[in-house]
């Protein structure tokens, strides 16, 4: 009989945060998969946990879950940890879980600590629609089609950042998406949890000529419908409101739809359209 995969959430700060069920699991399975081994052990100690760990890390990954789908379907339950957190989110973990699918592996969940969720409920932003972004991409080109792409999104943006990179990302987030406001939650959980709830211009400000330290998430509000649907609207009233009628004539409306279109475009009222219409004529 194969054995199974747990993921299981592992503190992001306070050792406290861990549930009973993932210290049972932790105990109970035959290997426990760690993304860095010297910094769980640790965790492991502190709660007398002795399973036998090894290690599973980016630079792993895909020949490392090879391995450890074999020792599932020969019947090894084992345990995925991360450095903090929820496996998977932001980890190699989702390498490891595609492949027990592939195998027909079993994998189940064990909720616990998450710093993006944490975030998100402490900032004073929406949740009901909210954007994970975790880690903007080092390639040059790549991270800048990511932050084009973030000035148009309407829900909560949530992003990860390590200390020593957060001015730079700061900076850029201003220049792409403009002085939105944003809270920034530092060392969550942990004794010195610290959140700031202001604008990205201020934030750059404030921490000008200051050490920053602690993994950072950001939490930025996202921009509103009326403000993409007026960039929309700006947008036309490029054209005249004749070429703007051609348009619509060419794609083979009548002038009536096409003057209803046009409204519609522009955010004004048909009769306003008629009335330029004949002042042009």
Known sequence: MAGQLYLCATPIGNLED?????????????????EDTR???????????????????????VDKAVYLVHQMEDGM?????????????SDP????????HNAGIKVTSLPGAC?????????????????????????????KAVLNQLKTETRTIILYEAPHRLKRTL?????????????????????????KITT???LIEYYESKEIR???VLVIEGTSFKKLEKEVQEEWKSISVKQHMERYLDQGMTKKEAMKKVAKDRGVGKREIYQELIDVE
């Open 77 to 89: 339950d084992v345990a995925l940890i991360t450095d903090a957190g929820t496996p998977g989110i």
């Open 18 to 34: 861990i549930t009973l069920r993932v210290l049972n699991t932790l105990k109970s399975v035959d290997l426990i998969a760690a």
């Open 115 to 143: 710093a993006c969720v944490t975030a998100l409920t402490i900032s004073g932003k929406p949740t009901r629609r909210f954007c994970f972004e975790a880690f903007l991409p080092t390639d040059k080109k790549e991270r």
């Open 93 to 100: 973990g989702e390498e490891l879980v595609r492949q027990c």
């Open 39 to 61: 910094h769980s052990i640790k965790l492991l100690n502190h709660f007398g946990i002795k399973t036998k760990m090894t290690s599973y890390h980016e630079y792993n990954k």
């Open 200 to 202: 990205l211009e201020d």
């Open 171 to 195: 900076k850029e987030l201003l220049q792409e998406l403009g002085n939105r406001n944003v809270t920034l939650c530092r060392e969550l959980t942990k004794k010195y949890e610290d959140y």
């Open 214 to 216: 602690g993994e950072c």
